[in-house]
């Protein structure tokens, strides 16, 4: 059974695993240059909460067995956040409030991506303009929404022992989406 893979006594090891992998996946250059998303603080605090959010989704599938894995993945996220901020200088009696209005504008993002992948493509595309496209491109939008629902796919088709796996085929999907845009674009006449 694959449910070992999430034992307690290996929960925060697996959660770590889990992190790294998607920090690296929304770090890929394609993201950025291509679809839109600003190579900025904030702009990769969009792009890591969406993968977060797409993990935390897939994980959501095998729930009860995987809740401790998705609280650990999360408790993660937000001490990564605290100890980024703290590099950039935010002093200790402000992080509170920073860290705060972070998960709120994690948790709110998380539930409008939620609601917008129930809705279709354009919803989701909508939802990415507000949120992680700085110029709000729809061009670009589209393009993040169509590497999110790849991405969404191959994380559900994903076993949970090759979750991490499948996360790190996320960095050649994205420049493989972003690729054939480029693509897609050079063909179209002016």
């Known amino acids: 059974m694959t449910w070992r893979w999430f034992r307690k006594d290996q929960t925060q090891s697996q959660a ?96 409008a991506y939620e609601r917008a992948m129930g809705e279709g493509p354009d919803a989701l595309a909508a939802a990415l303009a507000r949120n992680v496209i700085e110029s709000g491109d729809a061009g670009r939008a589209r393009l993040l929404a169509e590497y999110v629902l790849k991405a969404d796919l191959r994380l559900a088709s994903a076993q949970a022992d090759g979750l991490v796996d499948a996360i790190k085929d996320l960095m050649p999907l994205s420049e493989a989406v972003t690729a054939k845009n480029g693509d897609d674009q050079r063909r179209k006449p002016d």
């Open 16 to 111: 770590e695993t889990l992190f790294e992998a998607l920090n690296a996946a929304a770090r890929s250059p394609a993201l950025y240059a291509a679809a839109g998303a600003p190579d900025t603080i904030e702009g990769r605090f969009e792009v890591l909460g969406l993968h977060i959010f797409l993990a935390l989704r897939r994980l959501r599938r095998d729930a009860p067995a995987s809740d401790r894995l998705s609280i650990a993945l999360q408790e993660i996220f937000f001490r990564r956040l605290d100890g980024a901020l703290r590099e950039i200088g935010v002093g200790d009696l402000s992080i509170g409030r920073k860290i705060r209005g972070l998960a709120e504008a994690f948790y709110g993002r998380a539930a």
